[in-house]
């Protein structure tokens, strides 16, 4: 039988099946990896289309699902691939602009090939653009007036192709957007931010909007940029907004965003919110806006705010900075960058041996510094969620949940008479909320006092009473502790039906510490502790 004669509803399933927009629950922030299925499968489904009418009547809907910039042949992507034949045809034939659920635009990570792409302005490309802004009416008026002028700068750009792409699909629910624009000009930077965004994005449900790769520490844009675009997204119920501080080299676009300018944006419907770049400050203004977060993941590298005044950057404090979610949130994932500035490998790794003394460190002396220019106790005695009724998931490094107690190992020239500040297992256990189900401790410098927690948290029924739900302890090391210690601390806490998992913490000058990899990228994993033979160095001083 040909497939010409199958029914209906079989053909929809095979072209389902050969779609990844339909294959996955998220599919615009989808890794590299998978590009090549995704390709393939979109390539079988314009086949399919082509055979006949009532298969194009069929395929064509699904294959209009997402687009996405494709990839060149070293890997990095190819912004303008495509981009052309996909907005003449959702131009052309609105039936298919309607099918457009999800748009992932992509940037090359080198600037200079970026910049290749910049302008778009031919005859060619202006007759598409022209056609476009016509499509979408008034709710582009910033691009109908660039498109008037005649001189050469204001001709339109890849960006102003994008953001058409977007207007033009009225089911937008997912939307991936990478740009760079940290080394344009003033004026170029101002038109690329969506300050001048009016056009209703409804259906959108998930954004992502990934900084540069290989110039993450810089940022691209600031939230503040942001702001008139979640506007015309009421319903947003994911904010995936990495490197969102315009930081690093970029001075005078930061000076705009030093004061803590207000808000304003209510996100009414927004269940997960992930910032890296921007201070705890304005994350706490968000939130206010925000009365539905569970999810939260937050990063604040310290070298990402070097040009800012040391009152500018703080750490967080749940009991200020989170207090208008406290009865909503259910995970917690927060890094302060306490990453240490050199770093080795894992295993089986030929980057090297782990880092050792000299990198805690160098992880203490900066976690000091950024502990001293907290104002009040709660910064400095550690972070405490006792009071978060609901929070499941808490993923915190170790420095921000015990605070200012660690001593900064001595250099070999120095005295060794260095000690804990007072600390005991009640300061620890009593951080905790009795909701608590998974406890991820990263960035680990000192073993011996988690080690001894997490032992008192083992022991007898009146800790499973106070944490009754606790199912994983997640600890990530620089360094594996002796395996004696820690398998006796694994056996303890399983006869309480609670399962010890021991990783490498994950680092690299692109980590994001705990939280996840950028939209769009691959994952990294952390790496299980091992403990070959030929492997992993033990912490001998903790012997």
Known sequence: MSIRHLPTEIILHICRFLCLHCQLPRVVDAPPCLYDQAASGQKALAHISRSCRRMQD????????????????????????????????????????????????????????????????????????????????????????????????SRPALEDFQDLAIALAPRLSQLCLKRAL???????????????????????????????????LHGTYHMQEVKNLLLHAPNLEVLDAADCACAGDDYYRIVRYRENKPWGVPLARLKKLSLNGINVDE?????????VVEDLELFNDYENHEVESSVFWRVLRPQTHLRHVRGTLRRLCYS?????????????DDDGDYIGDENIRVILDVADILLEREDDAEGLAGATFASFPVLEVLEIEQIVLYGSI?????????????????????????????????????????????RRDLAALAQGPSSRSRFPHLEIVTVEVFVAPPRQQWQAL?????????????????????SRGLLPSRPAEPEITPKPVLYLDHGSREIDQYT
């Open 182 to 216: 940290q080394y344009l000009t003033d004026q170029r930077q101002l038109a690329l931010t969506w300050a001048g965004w009016s056009h209703d994005l409804a259906n959108l449900k998930y954004l992502a909007l990934p900084g540069a790769e290989k110039y993450a």
């Open 336 to 348: 302060m960058g306490t990453e240490p500035i050199y770093t080795r490998g894992g295993d089986d």
């Open 58 to 153: 069929i395929a064509q809907m699904t294959l209009f699902h997402w687009f996405h910039s494709r990839r060149c042949e070293d890997g990095s992507p190819d912004p303008v691939q495509g981009l052309e034949s996909f907005l003449q045809a959702i131009i052309q034939h609105p039936h298919l602009a309607r099918s457009v659920e999800a748009l992932t635009f992509l940037v090359p990570d080198s600037y200079y090939d970026y910049m290749v792409f910049g302008d778009l302005g031919d005859i060619h490309w202006d007759g598409i653009y022209r056609e476009a802004v016509d499509r979408v009416g008034g709710g582009r008026r910033r691009l109908r007036s660039a498109a008037s002028e005649q001189h050469e700068s």
């Open 490 to 510: 694994a056996d303890e806490l399983s006869t309480l039906a609670i399962r010890a998992c021991l990783n490498y913490a994950k680092t690299g000058p692109l």
């Open 283 to 291: 994350v706490a203004n968000m939130l206010r806006e925000c009365p």
């Open 406 to 450: 660690f001593p900064i190992p001595p250099s070999p020239d120095e005295e060794q008479d260095v000690c804990l500040l007072e600390n005991t297992v009640e300061d620890f256990l009593g951080r905790m909320p009795p909701s608590i189900r998974h406890l991820r401790v990263g960035s680990v410098v000192h073993w011996p006092i988690l």
